[in-house]
């Protein structure tokens, strides 16, 4: 077959009419071993079967060309489109071509891709709206839409602190059905609906159910080709980080809840305590480590919040803004799968998930377990607390009962009240200053190591958690006082220190 014949065969029906050997695109084995393998490994250039009046920018051009229309007959099922390229003047002209013409071929050839290119991204954008798939999984996916995260938190929360084994998919398929019914989401097209999944990566161990959930968006052909299982596995990469951002901050908000809880029933027994004439050495440590408790919490909640901040706007948005912006002039597949590839690098490289931020990983993954902490410390110091409230309680209903039967309130064979046991509330005191130091040193060492990593500008992030000169004047267990505190920063400044005010 003439090589001419082979080349109108390839441009406009994307066939290879012709034997292995006889063409310089031959089709590959792979072709077809999974999603989106068909173009980025379906066919091949073989560099030693070129001819020489084809450069290697048209040899390009050519199998971009016969892979789109492949591509779209068989990915997209749109075999019209092959038709009625058979029917314009360029097919027509590359009928009349023959051998020595190759400046018409490469123009003949320029012009034909670039129609085939046209329309394949159309029909990504248009037919099967590509963008509004990115969009939702942005929005479910990277937790962008408040409001359904919201809701969705609000169901999920007291599952996903069960053991992963009692936990199954069914169930928790139902509170995803209930944040989309709850929040703007139901609005969304159905589709995206049908799309979204709950997964759960069961492994060994004793697991919460926060270990092993994770949303997923499966996609069929031809987005598959663009949102392949490496796209899908750096998408979730981030989702898991802000997954566990949003545990802390459930658990924070738990903690903010259960202390103001604990406060008013401290407040309840030590008006008990003065009208029984009982001690209040105990209630009073307690209220010592509670406001310990709520000085460490709203540390945490800073750090929380601002990271949440940073990874939702200066990461999210600026590379959904500058892929929106990108996108919408991609030439051809190659060139938006590249935008969409490069959209997923922001996405990965702002999160400091790449292979050379793995030591801020591991310091961010240990500081993020130490805000879990908080929140078992202060419902044992809640369980002091409630439990001396309900002893009181007994004692004085004991009382009112032994005064309404016309006989003593109390009676040496009466137990003494036990009251909160200031060894209790000691231990709680100690594990809080174990969290207190291991929270701090997590955090020195995670904010000494933000401004190595390249190429993010993280300036910003550190100038928002350089808030601990002010928190080194808040008192803790085991801390110096503000007076020693205050000599220590002037024989700092006396001796020309020139740390940062982080340490």
């Known amino acids: 077959m003439p090589l001419l014949d082979m080349v109108r065969s390839w441009l406009f029906e994307g066939r290879l009419a012709s034997s292995p050997g006889d063409f310089f695109i031959t089709a590959s084995p792979h072709s077809r071993a999974s999603p989106g393998s068909l173009w980025r490994m379906g066919y091949v250039l073989e560099e030693g079967m070129r001819p020489p009046f084809v450069s290697e920018a048209m040899a390009n051009k050519l199998l971009r060309s016969g892979k789109t229309l492949i591509f779209l007959r068989e990915c997209c099922g749109d075999a019209e489109f092959e038709q009625s390229l058979a029917r314009t003047p360029m097919a027509a002209a590359a009928a009349q071509l023959s ?12 012009k034909t ?4 290119d046209r329309h394949v991204v159309n029909t990504l954008l248009d037919k099967y709206s590509f963008v509004s798939h990115c ?3 942005k929005r479910y996916l990277l937790l962008s839409q408040g409001d359904f995260v919201t809701a969705l938190m609000e169901g999920l929360g007291g599952e996903l602190m069960r053991p992963s084994r009692e936990i199954s998919e069914y169930g928790l398929a139902g509170c995803l059905d209930a944040a989309i019914r709850a929040s703007s989401a139901q609005y969304d097209n159905p589709d995206v609906h049908n799309r979204l999944r709950i997964r759960l990566d069961h492994g060994a161990g004793s697991e919460t159910g926060w270990d092993v959930f994770s949303l997923r968006y499966s996609v069929d052909e031809p987005l598959a080709t663009v949102l392949t299982d490496a796209a899908a596995a750096q998408i979730q990469a981030v989702a898991r980080l802000l997954w566990a951002l949003k545990r802390a901050e459930h658990s924070l908000s738990a903690a903010w809840l259960l202390l103001n809880t604990t406060q008013r029933s401290l407040t309840r027994l030590a008006a008990k305590t003065r009208r029984l004439q009982l001690s209040s050495r105990g209630a009073d440590a307690v209220d010592g480590v509670l406001k310990n408790l709520q000085g460490l919490r709203n540390e945490m909640a800073h750090l929380c919040t601002n990271l949440q901040a940073y990874l939702m706007f200066e990461v999210l948005e600026r590379a959904w803004t500058q892929f929106t912006t990108r996108i919408a002039t991609a030439p051809d597949l190659d060139s938006l799968i590249g935008v969409h590839n490069e959209y997923l690098d922001a996405l990965v490289d702002g999160a400091l ?6 030591e801020v990983q591991r310091e961010l993954t240990q500081l993020l377990a130490t805000l879990l902490q908080l929140l078992p410390l202060l419902r044992d110091l809640n369980f002091l607390v409630e439990g001396a409230n309900v002893e009181i309680d007994t004692r004085m209903r004991d009382m009112e009962d032994r005064t309404r039967a016309m ?3 109390t009676t040496d064979a009466d137990a003494p009240v036990r009251g909160i046991v200031g060894d209790d509330v000691a231990a709680v005191g100690k594990r809080l200053d174990r969290v207190t130091r291991d929270y701090e040193t997590h955090l020195r060492t995670f904010v000494d190591l933000l401004p190595t990593q390249t190429p993010m500008d993280l300036n910003f992030l550190l100038f928002r958690l350089d808030n601990r000169a002010f928190l080194s004047l808040t008192p803790r267990a085991g801390a110096a006082s503000d007076g020693e505190q205050k000599k220590e920063m002037r024989r700092s400044g006396e001796k020309g220190d020139t740390r940062s005010p982080l340490y």
């Open 135 to 137: 969009s939702a999984i």
């Open 113 to 116: 891709a670039a129609r085939i």
């Open 353 to 358: 998930l790449c292979e050379e931020h793995e």
């Open 99 to 110: 051998h020595g013409q190759a400046e018409q071929l490469e123009r003949l050839v320029e």
């Open 407 to 409: 006989g003593w309130a």
